[in-house]
């Protein structure tokens, strides 16, 4: 059975969609939920909105974005890998700012951090296996 070319384009940009989607989602939630929780102390905020956004980033890359069926392959490795230099840079700083930034400030600035840096590494999240 013989595939047109414009289904396998087509097929690449809804992933590419979703990824955006999924992007654009988790870029104005996880600043949102350090927000919310940064009364509870800033590292416990952090480390609730990192182990929060990324666990459920993670399942929606593995089950929605980047699936099995349309030949990729999620793994907790690559994904944790891809997330590090994100995770470190946010605590960096969270270290270097409190004094500096109110929650906002952080919030907005852990934003950035995500957009720019995490759309780079996360690139190495999937790899394509057919």
Do not use: D, Q
């Amino acid at each position: 059975m013989k595939h047109r070319k414009g289904g396998h384009r087509a097929k690449k940009n809804f992933v590419i969609g979703k990824y955006g989607f999924s992007g654009v989602f988790f870029t104005i939630t996880g600043p949102l939920l350090f927000w919310l929780l940064y009364p509870i102390g800033i590292y416990y905020a952090l480390i609730l909105t990192e182990a929060m956004v990324h666990v459920t980033r993670y399942l929606i890359y593995k089950y929605l974005v980047f699936t099995a069926k349309e030949g990729f392959e999620v793994n907790p490795k690559s994904y944790i890998i891809s997330i590090l230099p994100v995770v470190m840079a946010n605590f960096w700083v969270a270290t270097l700012f409190r004094n500096v930034l109110n929650r906002t400030g952080l919030a907005l600035l852990s934003g950035c951090i995500a957009i720019f840096l995490g759309y780079a590494l996360s690139i190495s999240v999937y790899s394509k296996t057919k």
